[in-house]
C-alpha cells in the first residue's frame, strides 16, 4: 500500500474533492479491518474506503471510479455472511454507515423514507410509537443496514409469515453503473414495466448502488404469543414443525435451535432460558387477534405434546418474550466461544425433508469429526449449520470446506436452494452450478451486462465466471483465500 | 410455418381465427405440446425472424401496444396443461403454463389450500396471468401475486430452456429472475411452468357490505374501515343503481374473522358480492369510444383519483375502486384521455389502458417509467433479435 | 516498525480475540463508531487490529496505537456481543503492549503513568493536591480565574478547571461506624482515591444509609485506589501494586460483603480475581438485594438515571440503582434517552481524548436538555463530573447527583417529619 500507483493516488485525490463525501481512508490501518465483512474466511483490500453523504456524492465517486477503470464496492455495516461486501482487491469500498436518515414517515400509507446506512431495528424503534415496524428481522438486526437488507434481500425468523425483504420495498433511488440516478419500482407499487426493483433486491450490489429506499411498515399485531417447545430429540422436533404447518396453522416465525446451540446461547450474554437438557427446542410465535392466537396456541401445543414434546410453555411477559428472542438473534455469535473459527452455512430444503436433511448433515459432520450446531428456520425449510473449528489446524480446515460442500449436495439432492437468505457472494460463487446449469446463469450474466457492462459494480460476486473463458474473462478476479 | 410445424407437428400449426392482431398478419396459431417444444419454437422463430406472441387462455391477450412487425404468430401454450403437482405439506404448487387458473383453484382446495393467482379472467392461464401479473380485488399494496411466485421455467429466443428460482418458500440463489419474468407479457422469455406459494385455505371467509348514497361517504368508510385494526384480505367500492357499496372481504381462522367482524359493522353480503367486484376487474366491456384505464397511486391519493376521473370522464365513469391498493378502474371517453395523461404525469400517477379505442396512438403502460433505458438494455440482452412480442411492452419496447 | 514486526509479545491477548467471530452486533453500542464510522473505531475492528498486529500482518504504531487510545473502554460492546469476548480485558493487553514497546509518545505515557501512580494512587498526595483545589475554589480564585480568562492562556489547565466539581468537604469516616436500629449486618466500606476527596457528600451519604438499613460500616484505614485507571492505560504493574495493598487493608471475614459506590471501582476490583473479588458489591446492587427500608422523606423530583458504562456493562447492573430510586416517596424516574451509552468520562478519557470526549458529553446534554428532569443521577465518580461539566456549561437547571445522594436526602427529610 505504502507505494502506490500514480493513478491510485490520482483517484484518491479526486475522492477526496468530492464535496458531499465525509471522509476517505487510504491507510494500511485504516482499510485493514475492511479485508472481510462477516464472512471472514475470504479477504481483500481496498484502494480506500470513501463515505459518501449524498446520492449525487455517490454518483461522483462513481465517475471517479469510471474515469481511473477502478471497481467499488458497496457496504453497509458489514454484517453479511456470504462476503457480498469483500472489497476485490484494489477497488474502492463505498461506506453507507453515515447516509442513515429516516426522510420520511408515512402513517397513512404506511411507508418509511430511509437512507441505506439506516439500521434495520432502528427504524423499528423509531416507528414504535406509532404501532408500526419493519417486518423483515435478520439476526443481526441490531447493526445492520437497511441497504445490506435490500442488497442481500435479507430474511430473518418472521419470513415465515411477512416475507423477505423485497415485499417489503416499494421503491429504491438507485445509482447505476454508469453513474446516472434512477428510481426503480414505485412508492405506490404500481410501476410499469418491468419489475427492475424486484431484479435489484438481493442482487448483492452488483447491479448498483441504493442511495434511498421507500419500504413498508407493518402495524404490530395485537396480541403476540411465544411459545417454547423443547423436544428430547432433534427429529421429533422437526416433525412437530411439519405437524404445526399441516395443521393449517402459520406462525409468525417457527425456528428450531439444537443442543449445542442451546448451549452456547445459554453460557452468553443473551442467555434466555432455554432449557439445556432438551436436544432441541422450537421458538413458535403466533400473532393476530387475542381470541385467533389463543386457538392457534392450543392447536401448536397439541400437536408439540403429539410429537413428544418434554414441555411446552409460553413466555408470560413482553421481558421474557424479548429475552427468548435474544437469545435467538445472539445465537450466531454465541457459537463464536465454542472455537476460535465459525462457519454459518445457509441452505433451503422443501420444509419437509428437514428431519432426514439434518440427520444426514449431522452425520457427514461426525464423520469427519466436525463439532456442528443447527439453527434452523423451519417453517421455511432454511437450515444454517454452523461448523465450528480452528483454521490454524490445516487438517481440521480441510475437512470443514469439505463438509460445506457435502451440506450443499445433500440439500440439493433434496430438492433444496443454495441459499435462503444469506446469498450467494464470494462464498458460494463457484457452487452455483452444483444448481444451476449454463443455460440458467446465461440469463443473470444478461441482466448483469445490461446493468454493468463494464463489470466495475462489486465484480466477482454472485455469478460464476463462464466455464470457456475463465482464463480472460475480467470476472474471474480472485480474493486472498489465505484460509482455504 | 414449416418450421414450427416441424417442432410441433403439422396438425398443431393451426389457422388464426382473425387475420390480423394489432395490425399486424398473423401468420398462424402454434401449439406446442412441451416445454421443449416451446423452446424450440422460439429457437426457430429467432432463427427464421418470425416473432411471435405467446398466449394462454387470451383473457389478457389484448393488454400491451400493437406489435410493430408487419407478421407474426401466435403461440398458444395452452397444450401444457398436465395435472399440476399439488405439495400442501412443502407449501407449494407446479404447474405448467396452460394449467388454466380456476383449475388450479380447484384442486388446491381439494387438498385445503390455495394459491394467490388472481382468478378473476376468464380462461385466464397460470404462465398467462404470471405474465401480465394482473390486478385483482385482493390487490393491496403488500399482497401481490409475484410475492408467492417461488420458482419459474422459461423458453427463451435461444431456443433453451432455463430455471429460475426452485422449488422452496425462501430463495435468494442468485440474481431474482421470478420478478424479472413475472409481469413482462411475454418480452423477455415464455413462461413454461410456475411454482406457486400454497397456502392453507382460510378457515372462514365473510364478505360484508355497507351501501352509501355517494362515492365521499362510501370513501370515508373505506378510510375507517382500512384504519380498523383487521386482517382484511380485500375491500372495494362498486356503483350500484343508485349510490356506491363498500364490499369487504374478511378471511382466517373462524374466531378471528368473527371478531373482526365485530369491529366494523356492515351488512351480512354474498360471495356473490365478492365475485362481482372480480368480474367487473376481469370481464369489462369494451365501451365504444372509450378507453378501459386503471389509475394508480399511493392509497392515500385514491379520493384525488376518483374525483380526477369523475372530473374528466363523468359520474358514471368509475366501474370499481380498490382503496387499498390506490387503484381505480373506469371508462374514460377518448377525448378526455389527454387530459388524463397530463394529470397523471403531473401528479406522478400511474396509468394502464386495458383497451384503447381504434385509431388512439398512446403508450398503453402511460408515462414513461424512470429505469426506461435499462428494461431496452434487458430486452436487448434477452431478445436482441425482437421476437418476443415485439413493440408490445412499455415504451414499445 | 522494526519491532513491531518483531514479534507478538505475550501482552495481546491472541486466543482471546479469536472468540470475536466478526458478526458486528457490537457496532452499534459503541460510541467512538457511532460517532465516526470507521470499522478501524469500532469493537470488531479493534479486534480485528490487534488480531492484524499479533499476526504480524500490521504495525502497533501510528493508527492501531491511535485506536487503542481513541477506545473509551466502556465496554458497552460487552453486553452486546454474544460470543462473549473479553473486550475490556483484550483493550488493557494492547495497551500495555503499546506501552511496553513504545509505541505512544513517551513524555505523555511516563506523564499519565507518574501522575497516576504518585497523585491518584497515593493518599496522601491526592489530599494534599485536593485540599489546594478546594481553597482555590473556595477562596475565589476559581472565579476570578475563570472570569479573567486567565485560564485561557493554559489550556489543559481550562479544560481541567471545567470539569472540577463543587468539592465538598472531605469524607473522613471512623474506622467503624455502628448500625442505626437493628443490626442487619457488617460491610466494609471501599471508600476510593478520588470519592472521598471529591465527593466526600456522597461518601457520608453511603455510610448513612448503609447504617441507616442497620449495617454496620467498617472503613479500612490502609486501603487505596482500585487501580482501575492505571490498568486501563495499560500500565498493568502498577495496578497490581495498588491491588496488593487493598488485599491486605481489607479483612478477609466477617463480613457481608465489600461495599463500593464508584461504578468503575467495583467492576475493577470484581474483576481481578483475587482474594477481595468475591466479597464486593457496588452500593446499588448491595441495597437492591439485601433490601431497604423505604424513605418516608418525600422528594417531589423528576429523576434521569444514566447508566455508568462499569456499572452496566461491567457488572449487567441496570435495575437496581433504579429499583432503589422509585421507593423514594414523591421522585419520577423518566427515560434518559441513550442512557446506556457512554458520556465520555471513562476514566481520564476526557483529559487524554478530548474531542471525542466532548462529542459524547453533547450528546448527553442534549439528551438531558429534551427530557429535562430536575437531577440527574448515575453511580460513578467520573460521570458525575463529566455530566456536570456538561450541565454547566449548558447552563441546564439539573443537578446532578450519585443515587445514593438522593436516598440520603430522602432519609434526612424523615427526621424534619418526625418533629
Known amino acids: 500500500m505504502a507505494e502506490q500507483l500514480p493513478r491510485a493516488v490520482e483517484l484518491v485525490r479526486r475522492l477526496r474533492s468530492i464535496r458531499e463525501v465525509a471522509e476517505v481512508l487510504d491507510g494500511e490501518g485504516e482499510l485493514f479491518p475492511y479485508e472481510a465483512d462477516a464472512f471472514t474466511l475470504l479477504r481483500g483490500r481496498a484502494l480506500a474506503v470513501v463515505f459518501p453523504l449524498s446520492a449525487r456524492a455517490v454518483q461522483e465517486i462513481v465517475l471517479a471510479c469510471n474515469a481511473a477503470g477502478t471497481s467499488y464496492v458497496a457496504r453497509g455495516a458489514g454484517t453479511g455472511l456470504s462476503g457480498g461486501a469483500t472489497p476485490v482487491d484494489g477497488c474502492v469500498l463505498i461506506e453507507f454507515s453515515r447516509m442513515n436518515r429516516v426522510l420520511e414517515i408515512d402513517v397513512t400509507n404506511r411507508t418509511a423514507v430511509v437512507e441505506p446506512g439506516v439500521i434495520n431495528a432502528d427504524l423499528s424503534e423509531m416507528v414504535a410509537p406509532l404501532g408500526l415496524h419493519y417486518a423483515p428481522d435478520p439476526s443481526s438486526q441490531s447493526a445492520c443496514t437497511i441497504g445490506g437488507n435490500i442488497a442481500e434481500n435479507s430474511g430473518g425468523p418472521h419470513t415465515l409469515k411477512y416475507g423477505t425483504t423485497s415485499p417489503h420495498v416499494l421503491e429504491i433511488e438507485v445509482v447505476l453503473p454508469d453513474a446516472t440516478l434512477v428510481k426503480l419500482g414505485r412508492r405506490d407499487g404500481h410501476c410499469a414495466g418491468y419489475d427492475l426493483r424486484g431484479l435489484f433486491v438481493g442482487s448483492e450490489g452488483t447491479l448498483g448502488l441504493v442511495t434511498c429506499a421507500t419500504v413498508r411498515l407493518v402495524p404490530d399485531p395485537e396480541t403476540v404469543c411465544t411459545l417454547l417447545a423443547s423436544f428430547s430429540s432433534l427429529v421429533g422436533a422437526c416433525e412437530a414443525v411439519a405437524g404445526i404447518i399441516a395443521s393449517g396453522v402459520l406462525p409468525a416465525a417457527l425456528e428450531l435451535l439444537d443442543d449445542r446451540t442451546i448451549e452456547a446461547v445459554e453460557a452468553s450474554v443473551y442467555a434466555a432460558g432455554y432449557p439445556r437438557d432438551a436436544r432441541a427446542v422450537l421458538l413458535i410465535e403466533l400473532d393476530g387477534a387475542a381470541q385467533g392466537v389463543a386457538e392457534e396456541r392450543e392447536c401448536v401445543e397439541r400437536v408439540c405434546r403429539e410429537r413428544q414434546a418434554i414441555d411446552v410453555r409460553a413466555a408470560v411477559d413482553e421481558a421474557e418474550r424479548a429475552a427468548l428472542w435474544r437469545g435467538r438473534k445472539g445465537a450466531f455469535g454465541a457459537m463464536g466461544r465454542l472455537a476460535p473459527d465459525l462457519y454459518v452455512h445457509d441452505a433451503v430444503v422443501p420444509r419437509t425433508r428437514l428431519p432426514e436433511v439434518v440427520a444426514e448433515i449431522n452425520e457427514a459432520a461426525a464423520r469427519r469429526g466436525l463439532r456442528l450446531a443447527n439453527i434452523l428456520h423451519a417453517g421455511d425449510g432454511n437450515l444454517h449449520p454452523n461448523i465450528s473449528f480452528d483454521r490454524r489446524d490445516a487438517n481440521q480446515l480441510q475437512r470443514v470446506r469439505e463438509m460445506g460442500e457435502e451440506i450443499l449436495r445433500i440439500c440439493i439432492e433434496a430438492g433444496g436452494v443454495l441459499s435462503g437468505e444469506h446469498g450467494i457472494g464470494i462464498e458460494k460463487r463457484d457452487y452455483m452450478r452444483m444448481l444451476f446449469d449454463e443455460c440458467d446463469l446465461e440469463p443473470m450474466r444478461w441482466v448483469h451486462d445490461a446493468f454493468d457492462p463494464e463489470d466495475r459494480c462489486n465484480p466477482g460476486k454472485l455469478i460464476p465466471t463462464p466455464r470457456a473463458c475463465a482464463e480472460s474473462n475480467p470476472r474471474h478476479r480472485g480474493y486472498a483465500k489465505v484460509e482455504f | 410455418m414449416q418450421p414450427f410445424a416441424a417442432i410441433v407437428g403439422t396438425e398443431y400449426v393451426q389457422p388464426p381465427s382473425a387475420p390480423t392482431f394489432g395490425g399486424a398478419k398473423l401468420e398462424a396459431v402454434v401449439r406446442p405440446g412441451s416445454p421443449e417444444e416451446v423452446a424450440a419454437c422460439l429457437g426457430a422463430a429467432r432463427s427464421e425472424g418470425i416473432p411471435v406472441i405467446a398466449t394462454g387462455g387470451g383473457s389478457k391477450l389484448h393488454w400491451g401496444n400493437p406489435p410493430d412487425v408487419s407478421a407474426l404468430a401466435l403461440l398458444d401454450l395452452g397444450r401444457l396443461n398436465a395435472a399440476p403437482e399439488l405439495q400442501p405439506e412443502e407449501g407449494i404448487a407446479t404447474a405448467e403454463a396452460g394449467v388454466r387458473v380456476d383449475a388450479l383453484a380447484r384442486a388446491a382446495a381439494e387438498r385445503g389450500s390455495c394459491t394467490s393467482l388472481a382468478d378473476i379472467f376468464p380462461q385466464a392461464t397460470v404462465g398467462g396471468t404470471i405474465a401480465a401479473d394482473p390486478p385483482s380485488p385482493t390487490h393491496s399494496v403488500e399482497r401481490r401475486a409475484r410475492n408467492d411466485l417461488l420458482g419459474l421455467e422459461v423458453a427463451l429466443p435461444t431456443g433453451e430452456l432455463t430455471r429460475a428460482g426452485g422449488k422452496v418458500v425462501k430463495n435468494v440463489t442468485g440474481f431474482d429472475l421470478v420478478r424479472l419474468y413475472c409481469g413482462s407479457l411475454g418480452t423477455l422469455g415464455v413462461i413454461t411452468s410456475a411454482t406457486l406459494r400454497l397456502r392453507s385455505l382460510p378457515g372462514a371467509r365473510r364478505v360484508l357490505r355497507r351501501d352509501f348514497d355517494e362515492l365521499g361517504a362510501a370513501l370515508s368508510a373505506a378510510t375507517e374501515l382500512m384504519q380498523t385494526p383487521l386482517e382484511l384480505a380485500g375491500v372495494a367500492l362498486e356503483p350500484g343503481s343508485e349510490g356506491w357499496g363498500l364490499v369487504w372481504l374478511l378471511e382466517g381462522g373462524e374466531t378471528s374473522v368473527a371478531e373482526f367482524a365485530g369491529r366494523f359493522a356492515g351488512d351480512p353480503a354474498s360471495d356473490e358480492d365478492w365475485r362481482a367486484v372480480g368480474r367487473e376487474i376481469g370481464e369489462s366491456e369494451r365501451v365504444n369510444g372509450h378507453a378501459r384505464v386503471r389509475l394508480g397511486a399511493r392509497p392515500s391519493d385514491t379520493r384525488s383519483l376518483c374525483q380526477q376521473l369523475q372530473r374528466l370522464a363523468g359520474d358514471r365513469s368509475l366501474r370499481v375502486v380498490l382503496p387499498r391498493a390506490g387503484l381505480a378502474f373506469a371508462d374514460v371517453p377518448a377525448e378526455a384521455l389527454p387530459e388524463l395523461w397530463r394529470e397523471t404525469e403531473s401528479r406522478g400517477w400511474s396509468l394502464f389502458l386495458e383497451h384503447l379505442p381504434v385509431g388512439l396512438e398512446y403508450d398503453v403502460f402511460g408515462p414513461e417509467p424512470a429505469g426506461l433505458p435499462v428494461m431496452r438494455a434487458l430486452k436487448h440482452r434477452f431478445d436482441p433479435d425482437r421476437v418476443l412480442a415485439p413493440g408490445r411492452y412499455v415504451g414499445r419496447i | ?419
Open chain 3, 1 to 419: 516498525m522494526s519491532d513491531a514486526t518483531a514479534g507478538a509479545s505475550g501482552l495481546i491477548d491472541y486466543e482471546a480475540t479469536l472468540d470475536c467471530v466478526h458478526c458486528g452486533l457490537c457496532l452499534p453500542s459503541c460510541p467512538t463508531y457511532q460517532e465516526t464510522g470507521r470499522e478501524s473505531s469500532s469493537p470488531r475492528g479493534r479486534i480485528y487490529l490487534m488480531r492484524g498486529v499479533a499476526e504480524q500482518r500490521l504495525p502497533l504504531e501510528g493508527l492501531v496505537a491511535e485506536e487503542m487510545q481513541l477506545c473509551l473502554g466502556c465496554r458497552a460492546c460487552e453486553s452486546a456481543c454474544p460470543a462473549g469476548v473479553r473486550y475490556g480485558h483484550l483493550l488493557e493487553g494492547a495497551r500495555a503492549e503499546i506501552d511496553a514497546r513504545g509505541a505512544r509518545g513517551r513524555l505523555r505515557r511516563l506523564s499519565e503513568r507518574f501522575l497516576l501512580r504518585n497523585l491518584v494512587g497515593r493518599r496522601g498526595s491526592l489530599r494534599g493536591f485536593v485540599a489546594g483545589l478546594r481553597l482555590y475554589q473556595r477562596s475565589r480564585l476559581q472565579a476570578f480565574m475563570r472570569k479573567s480568562r486567565l485560564l485561557w492562556l493554559l489550556p489543559p489547565l481550562a479544560r481541567a478547571d471545567a470539569l472540577l466539581p463543587r468539592i465538598s468537604s472531605p469524607h473522613r469516616p471512623p474506622a467503624v461506624v455502628p448500625a442505626l436500629g437493628r443490626r442487619r449486618g457488617r460491610v466494609a466500606f471501599f471508600s476510593g482515591c478520588l470519592m472521598p476527596e471529591l465527593f466526600g457528600a456522597t461518601n457520608a451519604a453511603t455510610v448513612e444509609v448503609l447504617v441507616r438499613n442497620g449495617f454496620e460500616v467498617v472503613v479500612p484505614e490502609k486501603q487505596g485506589c482500585c487501580g482501575a485507571l492505571q490498568a486501563h492505560c495499560g500500565d498493568l504493574r502498577g495496578a497490581e501494586r495498588l491491588r496488593e495493598r487493598n488485599r491486605l487493608a481489607f479483612p478477609s471475614e466477617g463480613i457481608d460483603a465489600i461495599v463500593v459506590n464508584s461504578a468503575g471501582c467495583s467492576a475493577s476490583l470484581k474483576e481481578c480475581g483475587d482474594s477481595l473479588s468475591g466479597a464486593v458489591r457496588d452500593i446499588a446492587e448491595f441495597l437492591a438485594d439485601v433490601g431497604i427500608e423505604p424513605p418516608r422523606g418525600r422528594l417531589e423530583l423528576r429523576v434521569a438515571y444514566d447508566d455508568p458504562c462499569h456499572l452496566l456493562h461491567g457488572q449487567r447492573i441496570a435495575d437496581a440503582p433504579r429499583a432503589l430510586m422509585r421507593q423514594i416517596p414523591g421522585v419520577e424516574l423518566v427515560d434518559l434517552p441513550g442512557h446506556s451509552d457512554c458520556c465520555g468520562a471513562a476514566g481520564i478519557y476526557n483529559l487524554t481524548q478530548r474531542r471525542m470526549a466532548s462529542r459524547l458529553q453533547d450528546r448527553k446534554i442534549e439528551a438531558l436538555r429534551r427530557t429535562r428532569p430536575d437531577v440527574l443521577a448515575t453511580g460513578n465518580p467520573g460521570c458525575l463530573m463529566q455530566i456536570a461539566a456538561g450541565v454547566r456549561r449548558a447552563r441546564l437547571p439539573v443537578e446532578v447527583l450519585h443515587p445514593i445522594d438522593l436516598l440520603a436526602r430522602a432519609y434526612a427529610k424523615e427526621s424534619q417529619l418526625d418533629f
